[in-house]
């Protein structure tokens, strides 16, 4: 896996939406340029759809601006939502591969992923993103 040497984390905060943002890239980089993003949202419940709904809008809107996405569901629990998907020769983004949770508490939906840009994740960083993500916990 990529180690990130950071120097700088992005948060946004809405609380009138009740959404809280922190994107995490390397040293170097912007959230506007990056070649890896880690990303954390965190959704109020009430104004967010549930995992299930959340994972296949995200799938619907990035087939309609690429239409050769590629897109895996890893795992699917009740309200946990393990995916991928990967765009290559997309007229609006840049190649990419992502891996993401969406998983839902009573109050809240979060959103966390593992985005790059370029090349296709190597099989071995792709495997331990998975597991960390399958391990994350939301402590409150």
């Avoid at 895996?72 to 998907?85: G, P, V």
């Avoid at 966390?112 to 099989?123: E, T």
Wanted: aromatic share 8%.
């Amino acid at each position: 896996m990529a180690h990130f040497d950071v120097d700088h984390i992005h948060t946004q905060v809405d609380k009138k939406e009740k959404i809280r943002i922190i994107e995490i890239v390397p040293r170097g980089q912007t959230v506007d340029n990056w070649t890896e993003i880690i990303t954390i949202q965190a959704f109020g419940k009430k104004k967010y759809p549930p995992p299930s709904e959340a994972a296949k809008s995200m799938k619907q809107m990035l087939l309609a601006r690429c239409p050769n996405l590629v897109w895996n569901d890893i795992e699917t629990k009740d309200q946990d939502i393990l995916y991928e998907w990967r765009i290559e020769n997309c007229a609006s983004d840049p190649d990419q591969s992502q891996i993401g949770r969406f998983l839902a508490t009573k109050d809240t939906v979060f959103h966390a992923s593992y985005c790059a840009k370029g090349k296709q994740i190597a099989p071995e960083e792709r495997q331990e993103w998975i597991s960390r993500l399958q391990s994350a916990k939301v402590v409150k």
